[in-house]
């Protein structure tokens, strides 16, 4: 006989008793635990309170259950009702400073050599071109990898789809002396590829005018792709795998010799990492699109990007194309016609649905792309539900003084004026599949923001988090949604300052 399934809601006390009698409902234990949380985040019984504060000279970083201050050196876990010390790093040189991390996990379906890559760890680069792989939990360093003695490498990033990351060198810019001695600087900059699990060598490959043309300003590698960046506003896009396929000279393994080095170890001072990907003709360009600020995005489905072309007349307005026929969806071009001194922002949803948040000073719309692929009709951007402030959308242009004269306003107030409530921006938690949105306002005087939240499918707003510190927009701030806790990093002139907030039982 079948178990027997109840259809509907089910409150987090039932979910409880059945996992104590063994009972189990399709999906796993973890999302089971998710909803029991949900459920408990949105009772009235429930508030988040201010658990704690710390002011920092240096740069705030929130990720993961962890806040890093003093440029990563100490490490505070979120877990606790309020936050601890995780650990705390000998102070650093500035030549052995990190300027730049990346926290990394592997997933848990995959099988290690070694017992440390099966736990989170810190990838940190230091000032002397040092890659290290430090504990996430004991600030240990795991390992540790020289990059190069010719170049210098400043930035970190994720390809998170191919398990990879990259280190990018600063660019070499032409002297005046150079130029006037016409000596030309055809390397722009170097890019050393990993993978993460475990923490390996793909390649470094050196990105030169010769190759990729002149006017290069930026490199980045995303969803396999290599992303090139031109000061006449154009993107292109290179396959990454294409170029490894034809260009991989040699592999590489991280310890061991390498004849690109004369028999020296790779990874090690002074040899650091030789250049095995060695392009010598252009790979052919996957896409290419001119856009504003060289900004556009790829995402949906089927597969579409958004982008505004960088013309006057198209200011403020964002195009939603299809990537395969580079042709414009019907209604694909979003414009929320604001006068505010912050441009609207754009961008897909980080859930995976392939629906759009636009995201303006009073509206945040939820767009959603209606179309087939290979149907040889255009696909369609419809609104899947939007979420708006409390505001009087005709203020009066005329006040009256206390002596009884009227004064009429000559300037319209702007969309992100102090004084009217106005959205910031939002954040998405996808375990708990509810959306964190900021609201300010400032019409006491003081400017206030507190959090709405929403479900994640329909828009709902389900409940609001007040945030006890002021909120001021001159600043700027960072808000995390993490589960049971909400962190607020804001950098006032010189300081960073951090909030953390933690779920509890509601004050009587």
């Known amino acids: 006989m079948a178990p027997y399934r109840r259809k509907g809601a089910v409150n987090a006390a039932e979910l409880l008793s059945r996992r104590s009698r063994g009972i189990r409902e399709a999906g796993t234990l973890s999302r089971h635990n998710m909803r029991v949380l949900r459920g408990i985040i949105l009772q009235d019984s429930r508030e988040f309170i201010k658990a704690w504060s710390k002011t920092s000279k240096s740069t705030i970083k929130y990720q993961d259950g962890k806040i890093y201050l003093q440029n990563f050196q100490n490490c505070y876990s979120c877990v606790y009702s309020e936050p601890q010390l995780l650990y705390k790093l000998p102070k650093r040189s500035k030549l052995e400073k990190f300027e730049d991390a990346l926290l990394c996990q592997s997933s848990l379906e995959s099988t290690l050599a070694s017992p440390s890559d099966h736990k989170p760890s810190l990838l940190a680069l230091t000032a002397d071109n040092w890659l290290c792989r430090l504990s996430a939990e004991t600030g240990e360093e795991l390992q540790r990898v020289y990059l190069s003695s010719k170049h210098k490498f400043r930035y970190l990033g994720w390809d998170v789809t191919q398990e990879i990351f990259y280190v990018k060198s600063v660019q070499n810019k032409e002297s005046s002396l150079a130029r006037q001695a016409g000596i030309t600087q055809n390397t722009v900059m170097h890019m050393a590829i990993f ?58 393994m991280l310890g061991k010799q390498s004849s690109l080095l004369g028999g020296k170890t790779v990874g090690v001072t002074p040899f650091g990492i030789p250049v095995n990907i060695q392009i010598t003709d252009c790979p052919p360009v996957l896409f290419e699109v001119s856009c504003a600020h060289n900004s556009f995005q790829i995402g949906g489905y089927p597969w579409h990007y958004i982008y505004t072309p960088p013309h006057k007349s198209h200011e403020g307005t964002h195009h939603i194309c299809s990537l395969k026929e580079s042709t414009l969806a019907i209604n694909g071009i979003q414009n929320m016609d604001c006068c505010s001194l912050v441009s609207d922002a754009i961008f897909f949803h980080p859930d995976d649905s392939g629906r759009i948040f636009h995201v303006g000073p009073a509206t945040i719309n939820v767009l959603k792309i209606k179309g087939e692929l290979n149907s040889g009709l255009p696909s369609k951007v419809v609104k899947d539900f939007s979420m708006a ?3 009087n959308n005709n203020p009066s242009q005329v006040t009256v003084t206390s002596s009884g004269r009227t004064v009429k306003k000559r300037f319209h107030q702007l969309d992100d004026d102090p004084d009217l409530e106005t959205f910031h921006m939002v954040e998405y938690e996808d375990e708990l599949d509810l959306l964190a949105v900021v609201v300010t306002n400032g019409e006491e005087g003081e400017g206030r923001a507190h959090i709405r939240l929403h479900d994640n499918q329909s828009g709902q707003l389900l409940r609001t988090v007040d945030l006890e510190e002021p909120w001021d927009e001159t600043y700027r701030h960072e808000l995390f949604f993490d589960k049971d806790t909400i962190v607020h990093i804001e950098q006032k002139n010189t300081n960073f300052c951090c909030h953390v907030y933690k779920l509890k039982a509601a004050r009587k």
Do not use: A, W
């Open 195 to 252: 993978h993460v699990f475990p923490l390996q060598i793909l390649g470094m490959l050196e990105i030169n005018k010769k190759i990729f043309g002149n006017g290069v300003t930026d490199v980045d590698l995303s969803l396999g792709v290599l992303v090139v960046s031109y000061s006449n506003k154009s993107v292109k896009l290179y396959s990454f795998e294409h170029i490894v396929q034809k260009c991989l000279t040699e592999k590489l």
């Open 389 to 391: 402030t409390l505001r």
